[in-house]
Antibody, heavy 119, light 107 residues
Framework: QVQLQESGPGLVEPSQTLSLTCTVS??????????WSWIRQHPGKGLEWIGY???????YYNRSLKSRVTISVDTSKNELSLKLSSVTAADTAVYYC???????????WGQGTMVTVSS | DIQMTQSPSSLSASVGDRVTITCRAS??????LSWYQQKPGKAPKLLIS???RLQSGVPSRFSGGGSGTDFTLTISSLQLEDFATYYC??????????FGQGTKVDI
């Protein structure tokens, strides 16, 4: 079955760029009607959609984060990546990669990775 | 952006209780509504999509309903493993999707 695994630094300094990777197994990141997504959850809070890249390569971002976010794929490694620039403490959160479907739901999630922004 | 408002924010219930959670959208979203269950330290799990379509493997005690702006998630007989936080999510305004703030169900 399809599995997702996030990885990256757990600590990022303010004003730096947060970079995370999601390794995909059980499916090709370049095929299928999938929305390869990033979603985050601030400590003790709800879920915030960050953005996704469609299998065609089109990207879509949350308007509130759009100026700082880049989502891309590395088809040779079957990986999804997230870059969030100019981070502040407000970007401290658990970051999930997930697969969205045309039905609208996100039905496969990674286990999440906690990122703390602090000096 | 479409705002999703869940009620209540939290509720206390007992095993065997019938529990209903409400999600209201700030504008009509047809049936573009999904429900998730999240347990502490775990990723959310998709329970229902398209307002009422139960995902494979999800117990039949879970059901979803509604259309337009008002939606419900009902657990017909609460089990111990159902104590968790539940989120709704709209995808009508895809790609700009939004989640509700969550409803915590505890004992």
């Amino acid at each position: 079955q399809v599995q997702l695994q996030e990885s990256g630094p757990g600590l990022v300094e303010p004003s730096q760029t947060l970079s995370l990777t999601c390794t995909v197994s059980g499916a090709s990141i370049s095929s299928g009607d999938y929305y390869w997504s990033w979603i985050r959850q601030h400590p003790g809070k709800g879920l915030e959609w960050i953005g996704y890249i469609y299998y065609s390569g089109s990207t879509y971002y949350n308007r509130s984060l759009k100026s700082r976010v880049t989502i891309s794929v590395d088809t040779s490694k079957n990986e999804l990546s997230l870059k969030l620039s100019s981070v502040t403490a407000a970007d401290t959160a658990v970051y999930y990669c997930a697969i969205g479907r045309s039905s609208g739901g996100f039905d496969i999630w990674g286990q999440g990775t906690m990122v703390t922004v602090s000096s | 952006d479409i705002q999703m408002t869940q009620s209540p924010s939290s509720l206390s219930a007992s095993v065997g209780d019938r529990v209903t959670i409400t999600c209201r959208a700030s504008q009509t979203i047809s049936i573009y509504l999904s429900w998730y269950q999240q347990k502490p330290g775990k990723a959310p799990k998709l329970l229902i999509s398209a307002a009422s379509r139960l995902q494979s493997g999800v117990p039949s005690r879970f059901s979803g309903g509604g259309s337009g702006t008002d939606f419900t998630l009902t657990i017909s007989s609460l089990q111990l493993e159902d104590f968790a936080t539940y989120y709704c999510q709209q995808s009508y305004s895809t790609p700009q999707v939004t989640f509700g703030q969550g409803t915590k169900v505890d004992i």
